[in-house]
């Protein structure tokens, strides 16, 4: 048997618009076979997983307000994607703009300072967090060091350096060893934009940004150059981009966004410092960001997708007793199959039979 | 055309006698082949037959089928429908082993070799049985003693020329002891000597019974060359002729369907300014085994067509590079319209109405997945398609569609993606999209290469024609007869060094062969 | 003698970033960037943990985790070469699918703790002072580590199918029309790729830290693709990179145990910093992709 791929001469375009949801559909047939497999019921393992969270108002918040650092992130990280970068630190530089951000929480602390605290944290964050992105960016610009590579590894660098703070030098005096920090003063604290619940400013920024993006990608010049830029580098060049420029760009826009949900995270959600964030929104986010086609409109529906899927997953915990790991289990599923629908839509599979004629699918 | 008029004798004479065998059942028998591409057919009910001995030339446009057809008789495509006899019995080849098996061997034109491998592992990996890298070496000096195709085992492929490359490709044919061996325009790479050559080793590989299928749109080669012809147009058989009976002209026409004329060529508008002045352009770029320029000095003039001939990898991409300003150097070396600009970037001289076409098609000079109208914010970033940031989109898709209307550019949708237009089609929408705005200063790297016959005299008029309204034009190219057809001066490139220009009139073919190698011709002996 | 046991944990450390490292070697040099290791890696843990409990067996321990590591490389392949998925996207999803499924399948064995596994004395040798201990002394994983390593480098140089395969991943449309089996060699390539993460996670299951703990692989998988580049997609070098790297972590270990006046995390950090160091510093003196097959993560589509 021999088989082999050719690109389709004419994709379709609803088949391209299905991709995801097929894919989806595909990860729940699998996770009802692996959770009966375990030896759960299917029926009620969707019903914590998916009903439950939707059926009342506390769930749904729940939903938006995870929903919320996924999209902000996964927005960034689609204009790297476009641009064919591979930008899957964005653990890292979320914890870094934690940490910047964090920094002047730790030192306003007890000062009545203002107003004016938490807005320029959440700007501080967007700062640590383009910083925090640019060393891969720079690397590869400067050295072509891999951005895969370089942009993890620091993942696990700044882990350690909060690591460090919150044990050490910012840990709460009266906190009896924890490794934490003192809980924020109220200036510190990102507001609610509704009364009562956690769902707080983060959310208006976040889909301004989709909005936002959404334009820059759609109608203006610097859209094109990224898009131009991920499609044929060289084209690029000769239409006068400077394509280490664009590299820098679109790392320093997804690290600022992702350092912009890391501090949020630590002001609206945490209330404090902790040695230990590790949420995993940095590398769930990698697959809202193709789960949305890298449509800052997708990746808004996607984030709510995929926050159910943790929200969910956290419930079937509580509820039938299945541990946490199911769910990174689906998706890294959901994740594999959006990619191979997604070129199913352009490639077609031919599979030879010995000697005789091929047969397409 | 007339029949009668394909059998005007006077034609030159053949150089070895027919040493066709005619009476046992033929080499090879291709049978209503055809294949299919979604509804497009590349190839419909084909019938080919080749016997022992012969050269077999198989001609055609860009597009007309030939490419395929010949993929399929070396098992790399699969028919959609038709038979395939081998000395007289129905095969199916459904892979290149299958068809190296039966004997036969393919020098492609694009070379299938791997860069990074010696040149005994490159032959190696395409020997079917148990070859081990001495017995190649052996082997292969063997052969290239017997032939004339001397190499060096043990050097990286990526050091070689194109010659070299090709030699690589005939012995490993050659080793296999073929009795059929195909070629893919094996001469678009060589110099007029180095091809010479080459036919003596055809001839002599004809005369010890192995048939030859030799593709090629170079008319007058395959007259000397080839005893018998099959003429393909749109994916079908023509007709089948004996090519020493035909003219160039004729054969031409069968080729095309109609006279597609040569172009207009006025003489030069007398005009002394200087468009783009070079002086001692050094230039060595970061790329790996990229080809550094060597004190490149020439001038340019508005009116005027100025050829650049060489063969392909002797600093080609780079003086382009440096012309566009896409690679920068020192500010004196690149002097356009009087300005120094060797180290302004690429749009900084767009702004100074010069443009640039380069060779590659898509990747290079658009971008596959995006629209023709998106495509020409590439190079066309003014004309008001940008305003604050946002791009007029109704306007890019404007100047696409005059592009599309003013130079013939056959699309099928609206505004297709760039990677779904035909090389023709797609070349001469870059090349239109930069004509249409009057360029003072055109550089074109490759002009027509891999175009049909059509296109690429509309694209040849259209260069000539732009010099003769008062702009300079500089077309880089390894198609001699090209420049021959469009310029007023050519010059020589080789190996990074440019040669004295000169009156197209004051060069022959043989001549600018002799440049191409270095001077006096060193080097072509065997 | 402190000396002898600091290079005694370095060659255990240096050894599961070796395996793992020379069957990534093999993947990309057939053209196939799958940076899925460290789910493959964990997976072998994983599974090679369950297993050893299980049939309280390390033989058989060995066996599951290696199958393990393969069959996740299976599932990269069907997709990857079978469906024409991005490469590099396959290989992250492959990495969380395999740090989940790894957690769900080693649930039940947090806690559990192996014996170690015994060391093969070469007779004679390993009674030679200092070197004995050092170089004959080891457990089986250590000899088949260098032992692979020497095949690796023989079947690519030596073999028709090693040609066959460097051609594959140095050009696949130039193999392609010359007929070579480009997806059946890759395919082969992907699944001895994962059985060699596999066998690496084992050993860090069943011999490094003799227990199971969910993502215990923490990145290793990681700077064992890190290696390859590193060592130009040369097995030799495999051993030097794999090595130095073990030796950074082990000693930043000691480090920490000798309580010097820093702070333990920029220990930690330590083997990560040093793995960008070394991509670095091997771009800045040979050129990023020098020695990288020209080929590699890129699709093989047929026009």
């Known amino acids: ?361 | 055309m007339a029949d009668s008029s394909l059998h005007m004798p006077g034609s030159s004479a053949p150089a070895v006698e027919n040493t066709v065998d005619d009476t046992s059942p033929p080499l090879v028998e291709l049978r209503g082949i055809t294949k299919l591409y979604g509804s497009l057919a590349a190839n419909n009910d084909v019938h080919l037959t080749i016997r022992s001995g012969d050269i077999h030339a198989l001609l055609g446009e860009n597009g007309a089928g030939k490419s395929t057809l010949v993929k399929i008789l070396y098992g790399v495509v699969e028919p959609s429908a038709g038979e395939i006899f081998w000395q007289g019995e129905k095969t199916v080849i459904s892979s290149p082993v299958e068809a190296r098996n039966l004997g036969i061997g393919m020098v492609f034109q694009h070379f299938s070799l791997f860069d990074e491998l010696t040149v005994a592992e490159n032959i190696a990996v395409a020997l079917s049985g148990d070859w081990s890298l001495t017995r190649v070496r052996e082997e292969a000096k063997t052969i290239g003693e017997t032939y004339g195709l001397t190499l060096d085992p043990d050097r990286g492929v990526w050091s070689l020329s194109a010659g070299e490359r090709q030699r690589i490709e005939i012995v490993r044919c050659l080793l296999q002891k073929p009795n059929l061996l195909i070629l893919d325009e094996p001469t678009s790479v060589l110099t007029p000597q180095e091809s010479e050559r080459l036919f003596e080793t055809l001839n002599r590989l004809s005369a010890e019974g192995c048939a030859i299928l030799y593709i090629s749109h170079r008319l007058d080669e395959v007259r000397r060359l080839c005893r018998t012809a099959t003429i393909m147009r749109a994916g079908e058989v023509v007709r089948t002729i004996d090519p020493r009976r035909s003219s160039s002209r004729e054969i031409a026409a069968m080729m095309v369907g109609a006279d597609i004329g040569e172009v207009r060529f006025t003489a030069a508008a007398d005009n002394t300014r200087e468009k783009l002045v070079v002086s001692h352009l050094f230039f060595r770029s970061e790329e790996t085994h990229a080809r550094a320029l060597n004190n490149i000095s020439f001038t340019v003039h508005a009116g005027e067509v100025f050829g650049i001939a060489g063969i392909a990898g002797n600093g080609q991409t780079e003086l382009f590079d440096v012309l566009s300003g896409e690679q920068p150097t020192s500010p004196g070396a690149v002097i356009i319209s009087g300005m120094p600009v060797g180290d302004r970037g690429i749009d900084e001289r767009r702004k100074m109405h010069a443009a640039f076409v380069p060779e590659e098609r898509l990747g290079h000079a658009a971008a596959p997945s995006h629209t023709l109208s998106e495509n020409t914010l590439v190079s066309r970033k003014d004309d008001d398609m940008v305003r604050t940031g946002f791009v007029v989109f109704r306007l890019a898709r404007r100047l696409a569609r005059r592009v599309v209307s003013a130079f013939d550019v056959r699309v099928s949708d609206k505004d297709p993606e760039a990677r779904t237009l035909s090389g023709g089609n797609l070349q001469k929408y870059i090349v239109g999209r930069e004509i249409i705005a009057k360029p003072e200063l055109l550089v074109v790297n490759q002009p027509t290469w891999g175009v049909d016959a059509g296109a690429a005299r509309l694209i040849r008029q259209s260069l000539v024609d732009l010099s003769r309204e008062g702009s300079a034009v500089v077309a880089i190219s390894q198609d001699m007869d090209e420049l021959f057809e469009i310029s007023d001066r050519i010059a020589v490139l080789r190996e990074g060094s440019l040669c004295p220009p000169r009156p197209t009139g004051a060069w022959t073919k043989e001549s600018i062969g002799l440049e191409m190698l270095g001077q006096g011709g060193e080097g072509v002996s065997p | 003698m402190l000396f002898e046991s600091i290079l005694l944990t370095i060659i255990t450390a240096s050894t599961p970033l070796l395996i793992a490292a020379l069957g990534e070697l093999v993947t990309e040099k057939a053209g196939v960037l799958n940076l899925g290791v460290e789910g493959m890696m964990v997976m072998g843990a994983a599974c090679g943990f369950a297993g050893a409990v299980i049939f309280d067996s390390t033989v058989l321990g060995v066996l599951c985790g290696t199958l393990a590591g393969t069959a996740t490389a299976l599932l990269f392949a069907v997709v990857v070469l079978g469906f024409g998925a991005n490469q590099t996207g396959a290989g992250l999803a492959l990495t969380i699918f395999g740090l989940g499924l790894s957690g769900l399948l080693g649930h039940s064995f947090i806690g559990a703790k192996r014996e170690p596994v015994s060391m093969l004395f070469i007779p004679y040798l390993s009674d030679i002072p200092f070197f004995g201990k050092v170089l004959f002394s080891q457990d089986a994983f250590v000899y088949f580590s260098f032992a692979l390593t020497l095949l690796v480098y023989l079947f690519l140089n030596k073999t028709r199918a090693g040609l066959n395969l460097r051609a594959i991943g140095e050009n696949h449309n130039s193999a392609h029309v010359l007929g070579l089996p480009v997806l059946k060699i890759r395919f082969w390539a992907i699944l001895f790729g994962g059985a060699c993460a596999g066998i690496s996670g084992v050993y860090l299951s069943l011999v490094y830290t003799r227990f199971w703990s969910t993502g215990m692989t923490s990145g290793k998988g990681w700077i064992a693709i890190a290696l390859v580049v590193f060592a130009s997609w040369k097995p030799g070098w495999a051993v030097v990179g794999a090595y130095i790297f073990g030796a950074a972590s082990v000693l930043q270990l000691h480090a920490q145990a000798a309580q010097f006046n820093i702070p333990h995390q920029i220990l930690t950090a330590f083997p990560y910093v040093a793995t960008i160091l070394a991509l670095l510093i091997k771009s800045i003196r040979y050129g990023r992709m020098a020695g990288a097959p020209g080929s590699l993560g890129i699709d093989y589509v047929l026009d």
């Open chain 1, 1 to 361: 048997m021999r088989i082999e791929l050719s690109r389709r001469p004419d994709p379709s375009p609803v088949a391209r618009a299905l991709a995801p949801v097929f894919a989806a559909v595909l990860v729940f047939a699998l996770g009802a076979v692996i959770v009966y497999l375990m030896g759960k019921s299917p029926s009620q393992v969707f019903y914590a997983y998916i009903v439950y969270p939707l059926s009342d108002a506390w769930g749904l918040e729940q939903i938006i307000a995870k929903a919320t650092p996924l999209a902000l992130i996964a927005v960034g990280l689609s204009y790297c994607a476009r641009a064919n970068l591979w930008n899957i630190g964005a653990e890292g530089q979320y914890t870094m703009g934690a940490i910047f951000g964090g920094w002047l929480a730790i030192h306003t602390h007890g000062t009545d300072a203002g107003y004016w605290v938490w807005p320029t944290m959440l700007v501080l964050g967007a700062l640590g967090g383009m910083l925090w992105g640019l060393v891969p960016a720079l690397l590869k610009t400067r050295y072509n060091v891999n951005e895969i590579l370089s942009s993890l590894m620091l993942v696990y660098v700044v882990q350690q350096l909060l690591d460090y703070l919150g044990r050490g030098p910012w840990r709460d005096p009266q906190g009896r060893n924890m490794p934490n920090s003192a809980i924020f003063d109220g200036n510190a604290i990102i507001p609610s934009m509704i009364d009562g619940t956690s769902v707080h400013y983060e959310t208006l920024i976040a889909l301004l940004v989709v909005l936002i993006s959404a334009v820059v990608f759609s109608r203006t010049v610097f859209g094109y150059r990224i898009r131009l830029t991920g499609d044929a580098p060289r084209a690029a060049h000769f239409a006068g981009y400077d394509n280490r420029t664009t590299t820098l760009i679109v790392f320093a826009i997804s690290g600022a966004l992702a350092g912009l949900a890391g501090i949020a995270e630590i002001s609206g959600t945490n209330h404090q410092i902790l040695a230990e964030i590790r949420t995993g929104y940095g590398f769930t986010s990698i697959i809202v960001a193709f789960l949305g086609r890298l449509n800052p409109i997708g990746i808004l529906f996607a984030s709510l997708v995929l926050s159910l899927s943790v929200i969910g997953g956290q419930n079937a915990q509580l509820m039938v007793k299945l541990p946490y790991d199911l769910t990174s289990t689906f998706q890294g599923l959901l994740l594999m199959f959006i990619l191979a629908a997604d070129a199913m839509v352009s490639y077609r599979l031919h599979i030879f039979r010995g000697k005789g004629r091929s047969h397409a699918v």
